[in-house]
């Protein structure tokens, strides 16, 4: 194991696979799902958005769940399970990168738990990907850094919350818009009136779009 590998509770759980199998897939669909909830389920979710040449790739996190505590405490109260999360998503890129498909072609799909999770990777490791998707998610942390430092090269972002989740502030949404855009993100940030905590068809066809983006 490397000097800066985290080995925690979510390592040597499942890589769930699923779309285009890996060997002959051009782009790649690295999903991350919520608290008691399935990689398997995200590869449901997957289907919804999927095009032929994805390969989809849905790490599982150890009880179901890749954190104890809500996205807003404390960060120490959340580790190990956040750092051995945040190591899951990293390996799932990485199995996409030993088969040749680039970063710039790998689109990051996060609900609930699973969104932020996604959304601390992508600030936490800036370059060109091929997206980020957080639905019903938000950089994690009591408060948020001053400065994430790196360049996101353009990557496309998109954010789709209720405006009243009862998980997810507003606030937060806007917060985590903010800091990417100073991270030369290409963000997209929608609200939706009454929705709660869920996915709607507005936000399935603006991942279906990021995830086309990579292979049409």
Same mark, same amino acid.
């Given at each position: 194991m490397s000097a800066d590998r985290v080995d925690g509770p979510h390592q040597n759980q499942p890589l769930v696979t699923g779309g285009t199998d890996l060997a002959d897939a051009d782009?790649?669909?690295?999903?991350?799902?919520?608290?008691?909830?399935?990689?398997?389920g995200m590869?449901?979710? +997957?289907?919804?958005?999927?095009?032929?040449?994805?390969?989809?790739? +849905?790490?599982?996190a150890a009880r179901q769940?890749? #954190?104890?505590?809500?996205?807003?405490?404390p960060v120490e109260r959340n580790e190990p399970g956040r750092s051995s999360g945040l190591q899951a998503i990293g390996d799932a890129i990485?199995?996409?990168?030993?088969?040749?498909?680039?970063?710039?072609?790998?689109?990051l799909l996060g609900f609930?738990?699973?969104?932020?999770?996604?959304? &601390?990777y992508v600030a936490r490791n800036p370059r060109r990907y091929g997206?980020?998707?957080?639905?019903?998610?938000?950089?994690?942390?009591?408060?948020?850094?001053? &400065? #994430?430092p790196?360049?996101?090269e353009g990557t496309?972002?998109?954010?789709?919350?209720?405006?009243?989740?009862?998980?997810?502030?507003? +606030?937060?949404?806007?917060?985590?818009?903010?800091?990417? &855009?100073?991270?030369? +993100?290409?963000?997209?940030?929608?609200?939706y009136e009454g929705m709660g905590h869920g996915i709607n068809e507005d936000e399935l066809a603006a991942v279906a779009d990021l995830v086309a983006a990579l292979v049409d």
């Open positions: 782009a790649a669909l690295v999903c991350t799902h919520g608290r008691g909830a399935s990689a398997r590869l449901r979710i +997957a289907d919804e958005v999927h095009r032929d040449g994805v390969a989809v790739l +849905a790490p599982q769940t890749w #954190y104890p505590d809500s996205f807003l405490a990485k199995t996409a990168t030993d088969a040749g498909i680039p970063t710039d072609r790998v689109v609930s738990q699973g969104g932020c999770l996604a959304s &601390e997206g980020l998707a957080a639905l019903s998610g938000g950089l994690i942390g009591t408060q948020l850094d001053d &400065e #994430y790196g360049d996101l496309p972002v998109f954010l789709g919350c209720s405006d009243d989740d009862p998980h997810i502030p507003e +606030a937060r949404v806007h917060d985590t818009a903010a800091v990417f &855009e100073a991270m030369n +993100a290409d963000v997209t940030a929608q609200l």
